[in-house]
């Protein structure tokens, strides 16, 4: 519907007047969401810093942009953002802890401690977990606030996988993908 008809008929003016839906509501309907884990890391003169975050999502193939959502409550942000650089890092499912460790509720150890994982560094300088499924490595091509969030959009300067399961979260729990049933 163009806009012209959409205000013609009034559902411009009633979508313009319309609550958004609660909080409660939106985040249960997004639990049951199956989606990848990932690490996003930094590293430069603001500091070495990784969070867990599962908004993460392709944005062109040309120029290869990816972008990774973090709550804006998370001190990571301003480093990201002083960086200037990150590394989106796939967890494997045997990566799990490392999930837990970045969300900065490790069952073992330290929260948000680099020393529990084999790390390298690609073209930035951010840290790149080893054994990852992939590791996506960007300069920071545009940064958009939305809500709780801030969305970094990155130019991919390197990327490389390997061909393991990656790791999901849905409902409150990890996972792996398999096979539908016959």
């Known amino acids: 519907m163009t806009d012209a008809a959409a205000e013609n008929t009034g559902l411009g003016q009633r979508l313009n007047e319309a609550l958004p839906v609660s909080p409660e509501a939106f985040v ?48 990571c ?29 490790p069952s073992n150890g330290v929260p948000f401690d680099f020393e529990a994982a084999g790390w390298t560094s690609l073209e930035t300088g951010a840290p790149v977990l080893v054994d990852a499924v992939a590791n996506l490595d960007c300069t920071i091509h545009e940064i958009v606030e939305a809500g709780s969030h801030t969305i970094f959009i990155g130019l991919v300067l390197a990327a490389q996988h390997r061909n393991v399961k990656p790791l999901i979260y849905c409902d409150r729990s990890y996972g792996a993908p398999g096979p539908l049933g016959e």
């Open 28 to 75: 249960s309907a997004m639990r049951v969401q199956a989606t990848a884990v990932n690490v996003v890391t930094s590293d430069g003169p603001a500091g070495r810093v990784g969070v867990t975050v599962s908004a993460m999502s392709s944005v062109s193939a040309e120029p290869p942009l990816i972008l990774a959502c973090v709550n804006r409550r998370s001190p």
């Open 77 to 105: 942000v301003a480093t990201i953002r002083r960086n200037g650089v990150f590394c989106i890092n796939a967890l494997s499912v045997e990566q799990s802890h490392l999930a837990d460790t970045f969300a900065g509720r």
